[in-house]
T-cell receptor, first 110, second 112 residues
Framework: DAKTTQPTSMDCAEGRAANLPCNHS???????VYWYRQIHSQGPQYIIH???NNETNEMASLIITEDRKSSTLILPHATLRDTAVYYC???????????FGQGTELSVKP | DGGITQSPKYLFRKEGQNVTLSCEQN?????MYWYRQDPGQGLRLIYY???????QKGDIAEGYSVSREKKESFPLTVTSAQKNPTAFYLC???????????FGPGTRLLVL
């Protein structure tokens, strides 16, 4: 599975969009990009995933560059409850294991 | 309400004692997983099961055992052979192996 690189931490003002970047320059054609988040002392929460096209759901949007070497998770209107560690994971769909890196610690401030 | 439940939320283990962590899901998922998370670290796979009565070792299976007698349940036993069991244990499930995994709330295991 391809390795991902994320900033260690980011701040965002409440009500503004939070844009979390992820680099995955060694991604293969059959690897998906997954995003999870983990609020302190809770289990990880699935957010969104995609292969090539941009994706949107009720929680977030996922923008994947045309060459698929990077992606951005967008939380359109961040709230204090979005404060968490966000993990970008790249994996082949048939593989069972999720490899969580260090993630980005997002702090949403009033 | 569909979801994954783990119990207990906190568990204390004495030296030399085996303890069992519970994981139940009512999502009708075939695949279930156990991960361990240490402070400031990512998750590491302990065991996974693709179907009832079948399971495979993950990356750090030593000192742990599992069973999968029912589709809904995948208990994890931390044996006395696991010398450093203090960690946050997370159970997950997916429709089938390789699909999106959904996690339970976790069990924090502490050694007395």
């Amino acid at each position: 599975d391809a390795k991902t690189t994320q900033p260690t931490s980011m701040d965002c003002a409440e009500g503004r969009a939070a844009n979390l970047p992820c680099n995955h320059s060694t991604i293969s054609g059959n690897e998906y990009v997954y995003w999870y988040r983990q609020i302190h002392s809770q289990g990880p929460q699935y957010i969104i995933h995609g292969l090539k096209n941009n994706e949107t759901n009720e929680m977030a949007s996922l923008i994947i560059t045309e060459d698929r070497k990077s992606s951005t998770l967008i939380l359109p209107h961040a709230t204090l409850r979005d404060t968490a560690v966000y993990y970008c994971i790249v994996r082949v769909a048939s593989r069972g294991k999720l490899i969580f890196g260090q993630g980005t610690e997002l702090s949403v401030k009033p | 309400d569909g979801g994954i439940t783990q119990s207990p939320k906190y568990l204390f283990r004495k030296e030399g004692q085996n303890v069992t962590l519970s994981c139940e899901q009512n999502l009708n998922h075939d695949a279930m997983y156990w991960y361990r998370q240490d402070p400031g670290q990512g998750l590491r796979l302990i065991y996974y099961s693709q179907i009832v009565n079948d399971f495979q070792k993950g990356d750090i299976a030593e000192g742990y055992s599992v069973s999968r007698e029912k589709k809904e349940s995948f208990p994890l036993t931390v044996t006395s052979a696991q010398k450093n069991p203090t960690a946050f244990y997370l159970c997950a499930s997916s429709i089938v192996n390789g699909e999106t995994q959904y996690f339970g709330p976790g069990t924090r295991l502490l050694v007395l």
